[in-house]
């Protein structure tokens, strides 16, 4: 992973081969063409919490290396707009969260003039939200205005069967083997939400490491019941 500007690392999962496209193939094949060098002056990303939104971005980053930023709001809001002085000159630019800021005229304002910026440079944006470009409550008209060039991509939730499968492929990337029956019994005992499930699996990755067991049902269902730390 690359060392960006900020203090910050992008997670080690967070890349595309980790990340489960169906339903969203075409946001997928954007988000990779931008990463790797494709026309475009970016995109706009949105959905509801925890559904890969901050994923794609960090992943979007792997792949375009030094060229990118990746900036979560989320984080930094309480920094200060000055952040996001110098990032026009990275080539491709990750606005994580950018709903966290919208409606502050300070952050609205020095995100105005690094959309100009980086558009002026031929360079591109790529931005999440929780809502789409109309319903975030951007109050500057003109930062409206420049963000309106983006196309806009809804990340589609997982339905169950998905949901399996994303985290089937996220213990393969590890190289773990996940059960059906086992990431059922996951899917039941935890909410819903990829960040909640990943975080589980995290778990069960450390204690089948420590015990040098495989994720079966009974190996899973005692880990979550305190049986294996």
């Known amino acids: 992973m690359s060392q960006l500007a900020l203090p910050l690392q992008l997670a080690d999962h967070a890349v595309f081969v980790s990340f489960l496209p169906d339903g969203n193939e075409t946001l997928v094949a954007t988000l990779q063409e931008l990463a790797s060098g494709g026309d475009g002056h970016g995109c706009w990303l949105w959905g509801a919490n925890a559904t890969g939104k901050t994923h794609l971005l960090q992943a979007v980053c792997d792949v375009a290396g030094d060229r990118s930023a990746y900036i979560p709001l989320s984080l930094f809001n309480s920094a200060g707009a000055d952040i996001l002085d110098g990032l026009a000159s990275r080539e491709l630019v990750c606005i994580d969260d950018i709903d ?5 005229d300070l952050w609205e304002s020095a995100l105005f003039d690094l959309c100009n910026q980086v558009f002026d440079a031929g360079g591109q944006l790529v931005v999440s939200a929780s ?12 930062l409206a205005s420049r963000l309106s060039r983006l196309p806009v991509f809804q990340v589609r939730a997982l339905d169950e069967n998905e949901l399996i499968a994303a985290l089937q492929l996220r213990s393969r990337h590890r190289g773990l083997e996940l059960p059906d029956v086992a990431a059922r019994y996951l899917l039941k005992r935890s909410r819903r939400d990829m960040a909640s499930l990943y975080e589980l699996l995290d778990r069960l990755d450390v204690a089948a490491l420590r015990a040098k067991r495989r994720l079966t049902l009974p190996f899973v269902r005692d880990v979550l019941e305190g049986v294996i730390d």
């Open 100 to 104: 966290c800021v919208v409606g502050n």
């Open 131 to 142: 809502s789409s470009p109309r319903e975030c409550a951007i109050v500057l008209a003109d």
